[in-house]
């Protein structure tokens, strides 16, 4: 059974950092890619950024580069570190993932249909 579970979400100060965590329970996991989508209130989900269990390779939304960095931290596990957070960096964030791994280059990483969802982790940025 396929699980992606989360954490690592909190409340933080604009500026602030934070880490978050994914591990998959993926069979065959280099075929996979993982990306964390958020969710505002009332907002539809948006890609963050994404990176391939198969090469490591990354993609970051615009309005993330240079602050969110996305990494491999075991074989299964993936981490998102946060810093200078802003107050439109707040929340529901979900782990995600799909295959084939190659999705997450070029184009089409931040509109292609994630295959499995986490269950999310809530960010709240706020002083």
């Known amino acids: 059974q396929v699980q992606l579970v989360e954490s690592g979400g909190g409340v933080v100060q604009p500026g602030g950092s934070l880490r978050l965590s994914c591990t998959a329970s993926?069979?065959?996991?280099?075929?996979?890619?993982v990306t964390w989508l958020r969710q505002a209130p009332g907002k539809e989900p948006e890609a963050v950024s994404c990176?391939?269990?198969?090469?490591?390779?990354t993609e970051y939304a615009d309005s993330v580069k240079g602050r969110f960095t996305i990494s491999t931290i075991s074989r299964d596990t993936v981490s998102l570190q946060m810093n200078t957070l802003k107050p439109e960096d707040a929340g529901i964030y979900y782990c995600?993932?799909?295959?084939?791994?190659?999705?997450?280059?070029?184009?089409?990483?931040?509109?292609?249909?994630?295959?499995?969802w986490g269950k999310g982790t809530s960010v709240t940025v706020s002083s």
């Open positions: 995600t993932a799909a295959s084939p791994a190659y999705y997450c280059s070029g184009d089409v990483w931040q509109s292609y249909a994630m295959e499995y």
């Open positions: 990176i391939s269990f198969r090469d490591g390779s």
């Open positions: 993926l069979s065959n996991v280099e075929n996979y890619a």
